[in-house]
């Protein structure tokens, strides 16, 4: 299966596409557990191998008591963690795909609290991302 931006949120109701373990001795890492085929907003196609490890959203421990990793738009920040340890795209094509595909996963455009949040999650990556990249 391969995933987009219109098919997502149906097909991760069926079943999320982001299966992950916390790695060992390794605190916040997860590895992926099964391959993730993802075809992005400018229409190129990755594939992000079973084995990848990241970090889940990267939220700083300040803002943690705020925002916290859910899981419930996971594939936003696996796929943003992948473009930037393999600089696939420029660092503002990775940040804004990875805002596109936690709205996609919301399905919202409404005020909300988890709206806010992928809001701040982006604008924290914007700020402070270039110190990874």
Not at 12 to 23: A, G, M, Q
Not at 52 to 62: G, M, N, R, T, Y
Not at 93 to 119: C, V, Y
């Amino acid at each position: 299966m391969r995933y987009n931006l219109s098919n997502i949120y149906s097909k991760s109701i069926e079943d999320n596409p982001v299966k992950r373990s916390k790695v060992i001795n390794k605190s916040g890492v997860h590895l992926l557990l099964k391959e993730v085929k993802v075809t992005l907003s400018n229409g190129k196609e990755i594939n992000i191998p079973k084995g990848f490890e990241w970090d889940l959203a990267s939220v700083p421990q300040i803002v943690q008591s705020i925002i916290r990793d859910d899981g419930d738009d996971d594939i936003a920040y696996l796929i943003h963690d992948f473009l930037y340890v393999n600089k696939l795209t420029t660092r503002v094509f990775a940040d804004k795909e990875m805002l596109k595909w936690a709205k996609a996963m919301r399905q919202t455009d409404k005020i909300s609290i988890r709206n806010i949040d992928i809001n701040i999650r982006y604008h924290v990556v914007r700020w402070f991302g270039g110190f990874v990249w």
